[in-house]
């Protein structure tokens, strides 16, 4: 499984993008870049998921570079209600499925 | 949908005490995963399920067992329990993507588990 790597923490104010950026240069060519959020005392939730180039949902956009070692997640505009811990995970789409978390990043959001 | 439920939320045990943790998923998902998390610490992998009738070690099995009673439920055991289990366990299940990809995991609230 490839390892990933993140900043431990980040903070940021209220109404500023934040960009996550997620190493990862061990990717099969099978491999999925996914990201989760963990609120306190909740277990994680799927935020967004991407193979190449660029992704973007309701919540948040996923960028990745034609060589796929790093990805990049954006979250625009932030308020408090994101202070969490943000995981990159890489996973294949075939066989064992199970994740292999991380650290993740602490994002703190001020007011 | 109540999604994946979890109990209990808490549990207080002795050394030696022994205990399941119950987990149930209503989404149809074919596989199902127990995860524990130390405080500041990700998730790491205790067993998991691909299927039905099927289970599998993940990172840290030595001290569980689990049972994979159905589609809907997964069960982890903890034969005697020890202080270095303290710890919040996860259960997720999951699906394929809908237009292929890596699956996503849906997490249960947890449960938190101190052992003395």
């Known amino acids: 499984l490839a390892k990933t790597t993140q900043p431990i923490s980040m903070d940021s104010y209220e109404g500023q993008e934040v960009n996550i950026t997620c190493s990862h240069n061990?990717?099969?060519?099978?491999?999925?870049i996914t990201w989760y959020q963990q609120f306190p005392s909740q277990g994680p939730r799927f935020i967004i998921q991407?193979?190449?180039t660029k992704v973007t949902n309701e919540v948040a956009s996923l960028f990745i570079p034609a060589d796929r070692k790093s990805s990049t997640l954006s979250l625009p505009r932030v308020s408090l209600s994101d202070t969490a811990v943000y995981y990159c995970?890489?996973?294949?789409?075939?066989?064992?499925?199970?994740?292999?978390f991380g650290s993740g990043t602490r994002l703190q959001v001020q007011p | 949908n109540a999604g994946v439920t979890q109990t209990p939320k808490f549990q207080v045990l002795k050394t030696g005490q022994s205990m399941t943790l119950q987990c149930a998923q209503d989404?149809?998902?074919?596989?199902m995963y127990w995860y524990r998390q130390d405080p500041g610490m990700g998730l790491r992998l205790i067993y998991y399920?691909?299927?039905?009738?099927?289970?599998d070690k993940g990172e840290v099995p030595n001290g569980y067992n689990v049972s994979r009673l159905n589609k809907r439920e997964f069960s982890l055991r903890l034969e005697s329990a020890a202080p270095s289990q303290t710890s919040v366990y996860f259960c997720?299940?999951?699906?394929?993507?809908?237009?292929?990809?890596?699956?996503?995991?849906?997490f249960g609230p947890g449960t938190r588990l101190t052992v003395l």
């Open positions: 995970l890489v996973a294949p789409d075939t066989g064992r499925r199970a994740l292999t």
């Open positions: 997720a299940s999951s699906q394929p993507g809908t237009s292929g990809g890596a699956d996503t995991q849906y």
């Open positions: 061990n990717i099969a060519t099978n491999d999925y």
């Open positions: 989404m149809n998902h074919n596989s």
């Open positions: 399920s691909a299927s039905e009738g099927t289970t």
């Open positions: 991407g193979y190449k």
